[in-house]
């Protein structure tokens, strides 16, 4: 059983859009045949519905060593911010992932302006605003 | 974990879609190994039926992984995607027979064009047929699905829930009224505590 490891530089793991997103994968026992390992930034959706999910930048080891460490280092995008509502999240992270076995660890981050992540309003019918009867 | 007047966000709605699709499918009784044996004697020719919400598309999510990946060699899995149906239907037919089992989800989404070639392309050397359908059909059926309260309370488990918490509480009650369809069991379980109707603090075990 591999063990991948992030480890990041801020360890709040909160990015104004610009910064550097920076810190350490370790990783152990990975299958002999594993063919590469690969550090990427990605934003998810997470939510009732469909996912969606985009990688925005990558680092690839080719035919990676059982054991070993890398240091990496990505920059916070503009957009889109960590934003949470009701129905859905987007989620970014730094995600580990080898292939082909697609074993995966993720460390999810905050990316906005404010360093936080930002809600939105609830706008459905009866919620979040009241209503004169 | 409450950031939005009195509810979940998404991020942290432990009925998210994330979650729920991660939960593998459970058979009732019978392991894995005694099921896969039941498909491969049927030669992979068979159909998982069940109602709305039952597990279909579920188990087979779980088969995709579970089929030992030396043989058959391909598995084409057709799946909510009706505008590519019959472009993949040709090409897995027209080709010569390489092993792939064709898997569709949802026989019904199809057009009665496609379903007759389906059902015709048993008589094609291909590697084999598994299709999900509400009702009975011309392939033999290899799984009834037909979840009970303690299907739901696998699915709760998976997510944290332990069998005495609220949560489950209401999951069995819903779980009658929308007459044993687990998805929407699991729909109005995200809407409940995304709206804070449903407090999650202190029941997941």
């Not at chain 2, 030669?43 to 058959?72: E, F």
Request: aromatic share 8%; glycine share 8%; with cysteine.
């Amino acid at each position: 059983m591999s063990k991948l490891s992030i480890q990041l530089a801020n360890s709040e793991a909160c990015y104004l859009p610009g910064e550097a997103i920076s810190g350490r994968l370790d990783w152990s026992g990975l299958p002999e045949e594993s063919e590469s390992l690969e550090v990427r930034l990605i934003w998810f959706t997470r939510g009732k519905g469909t996912r969606d999910f985009e990688v925005i930048d990558a680092t690839t080891i080719e035919s990676p060593s059982q054991d070993g460490e890398t240091m990496f280092q990505f920059v916070a995008q503009r957009y889109p911010n960590s934003i949470s509502g009701k129905l859905i999240s987007v989620v970014w992270a730094v995600e580990a992932i080898v292939f082909p076995e697609c074993e995966a660890e993720h460390h999810e981050l905050i990316i906005s302006p404010t360093r936080r992540e930002l809600y939105i309003p609830a706008t459905g019918a009866g919620e979040g605003k009241e209503t004169k009867p | 974990m409450t950031g939005i007047s009195g509810g979940v966000p998404a991020r942290h709605n432990p009925f998210a879609t994330e979650w729920t699709d991660a939960i593998p499918f459970r058979f009732p009784s019978g392991s894995w190994d005694f099921h896969l044996g039941r498909l491969r004697q049927m030669r992979y020719c068979a159909a998982i039926v069940g109602r709305k919400g039952s597990g279909k598309t579920t188990l087979l999510d779980t088969l995709v992984r579970q089929l030992p990946p030396q043989s058959p060699s391909r598995y084409v899995c057709i799946q909510r995607c009706p505008s590519n149906h019959r472009r993949t239907i040709n090409e897995v037919l027209n080709q010569k027979n390489d092993g792939t089992i064709l898997m569709v989800d949802g026989m019904q989404r199809l057009s009665f064009a496609n379903c007759r070639r389906l059902l015709q392309s048993r008589k094609v050397p291909i590697g084999g047929l598994i299709v999900t359908a509400h009702r009975r059909c011309a392939l033999p059926t290899w799984i009834h699905c037909q979840p009970d309260q303690a299907s739901l309370q696998y699915v709760l488990t998976h997510l944290g829930f332990s069998a005495d918490s609220e949560i489950t509480r209401h999951a069995e009650a819903a779980f009658v009224r929308f007459r044993g369809n687990v998805r929407e069991v699991l729909r109005w379980l995200y809407d409940q505590v995304a709206t804070g109707q449903l407090a999650i603090h202190g029941t997941q075990a």
